[in-house]
């Protein structure tokens, strides 16, 4: 069925931009980019690879400066999905005009197709480039809302994230008021979630796609209460975060080692970042996470992050670090700000201080004279609290958000305009996800700014992400 699909997809999409390491293998439009096995190397001579290769570069560029629909951008996501996502899906006025969704982005105009012939997929673009819709629609494509079972698992590493998607896939997924067709249940499985009562919808009647962080699905999963046999899709979504995290490291792996016993099984993997795919692709092939002719898709590689987004500085000391925000939101007026801010160490927290948010937090609510609401978000919250500050914002209205790194990963609140660094991100990778929480409108030409407050010690520091990000930071004076 899968090479059925594969050729019956028109090849409508771009040649895949992919890394020089990973480089498309064929230099016709709309084919895919294969790997060695177990050399994780290009299935096709180095000459056809590299002309390919700057083909790519060369679109990859144009696109992203005109940023208009192109000739191929001309083709509309209904295109692509026609034949595979339900047509009650596709039809639905909601899908198309009101939320926007009209022409695919790049990732789902390359993903898309492939993900269609049943290959496994690895994800990879640029922050705010719509990731979430490309595997929901592959789900969509996949399950059978008729059957009582748990047909596809998204993997979060956050409640917040774990939230987001599950409010997009209720949306596509709803029964359409103008069709017979029943709509998907979408559960939310996340930590802080009522377990029991989950545990009895999951007996009663499983729903079909369940968005889950780890600890919560491995919970439902050693408790047999929910099952991989009936699952045809995985999505494991900010991947790299997950493999790098003491907590969940482990049990993720677990989980795709148990997935890759089950029949017709298909993993996707998704992220923004993947420090050193080529070791990823391999490993995937060899622990068996995925199958072995997994495709990396790789968009964007010569600009890891938006192109829309201008990056600043300002060197200041310690002390007086607050002022200087402070002077930057009244000179900059944001419409909206995320402001990050780093955690606190063990040390200061067993010592009694205050973290910097709460500190940070009381000057804005005295000295600030603007118009944005001021919230927290920050791991030590309740569940409460943060879900309640998240809806706030969504409730529309400009914000100052001041928050940890919890923010960084995958949060998608597109009036973004500004970023602020009140604290430098610990690494290059955190950098481009905290940067990459702006500048989420794809076919927007707005700029939007990210400002780094440092001392003069860490400019080295921002050399450093300046260098692996490939992006230039201007300095702002004081
Ligand atoms: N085809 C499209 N047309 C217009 N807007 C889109 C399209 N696809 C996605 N979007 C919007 O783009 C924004 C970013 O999408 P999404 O959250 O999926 O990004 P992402 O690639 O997952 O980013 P991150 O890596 O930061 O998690 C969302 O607001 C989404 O609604």
Redesign the pocket.
């Known amino acids: 069925m899968a090479s059925h699909q594969l050729l019956s997809v028109p090849h409508f999409c771009l040649l895949s931009k992919v890394s020089s390491f990973h480089a498309p293998l064929l230099s016709t439009p709309g084919k895919l980019s294969l790997f060695h096995p177990t050399t994780c190397s290009p299935l096709q001579s180095s000459s056809t690879s590299r002309i390919t290769n700057l083909q790519a570069v060369t679109n990859t560029r144009s696109e992203i400066e005109s940023n208009a629909p192109t000739e191929t951008t001309a083709l509309t ?1 209904r295109n692509i999905c026609q034949g595979f996502v339900p047509e009650h899906i596709l039809h639905r006025q909601a899908l198309m005009e009101e ?7 790049d ?2 105009r390359e993903a898309l197709p492939t993900l269609f012939t049943g290959r496994d997929c690895i ?1 990879h ?10 595997y929901l629609l592959l789900i969509l494509s996949l399950i059978n809302p008729q059957r009582s079972s748990v047909q596809a698992v998204v993997v979060v590493p956050t409640r917040e ?1 774990g939230m ?1 998607v599950t409010k ?1 896939a209720r949306m596509l997924a709803a029964k359409s008021t103008d069709a017979e067709v029943k709509g998907c249940t979408v559960m939310a499985l996340l930590d802080g979630g009522m377990l029991r009562r989950h545990k009895s919808w999951l007996k009663a009647e499983p729903p079909a796609i369940v968005v889950a962080t780890v600890a919560s699905l491995c919970h439902m999963l050693e408790k047999h209460i929910l099952r991989l046999d009936s699952v045809k899709v995985l999505v494991v ?2 991947v790299d975060f997950l493999f790098y995290s003491s907590k969940q490291a482990g049990p993720v792996r677990k989980l795709l080692t148990s997935f890759s016993s089950c029949d017709k099984r298909q993993t996707v993997f ?3 970042s993947i420090p050193q795919h080529k070791h990823f692709v391999h490993d995937c092939m060899q622990q068996k996470w995925t199958k072995r002719d997994v495709v990396h898709i790789h968009v964007s590689a010569i600009t890891p992050m938006p192109l829309c987004l201008l990056h600043k500085f300002v060197v200041c000391g310690k002390k007086n670090k607050h002022q200087v925000l402070l002077a930057l939101l009244e000179s900059d007026a944001p419409e909206s700000a995320i402001i990050f801010v780093g955690e606190q160490s063990e040390k200061s927290k067993k010592a009694g201080n205050d973290p910097s948010t709460t500190l940070l937090i009381e000057f804005l609510k005295t000295s600030y004279n603007g118009s944005l609401e001021i919230l927290l978000l920050e791991e030590d919250m309740n569940f409460n609290s943060r879900a309640a500050s998240l809806t706030e914002i969504r409730q529309g209205g400009g914000f100052l958000l001041v928050s940890t790194d919890i923010a960084a ?4 609140l ?1 009036e973004t305009t500004h970023i602020f660094n009140f604290d430098l991100p610990q690494t290059a990778t955190d950098y481009l ?1 905290r940067a ?2 702006a500048g ?4 927007s030409d707005r700029k939007c700014i990210v400002t780094n407050l440092i001392t003069s010690e860490e400019r080295f520091v921002l050399q450093r992400f300046e260098n692996e990000l490939m992006f230039s930071c201007e300095e702002l004076m004081f």
């Not at 640029?126 to 490309?134: A, C």
């Not at 989420?440 to 076919?443: C, M």
């Open positions: 996501l939320i926007g969704f009209v022409f695919p982005t990732i789902q994800l673009a640029q922050t705010g480039s719509g990731k979430t819709l490309t994230l987001q997009v979504d900010e998704a992220s923004a990963r995958g949060i998608d597109p996800h990459g929480r989420r409108k794809p076919f």
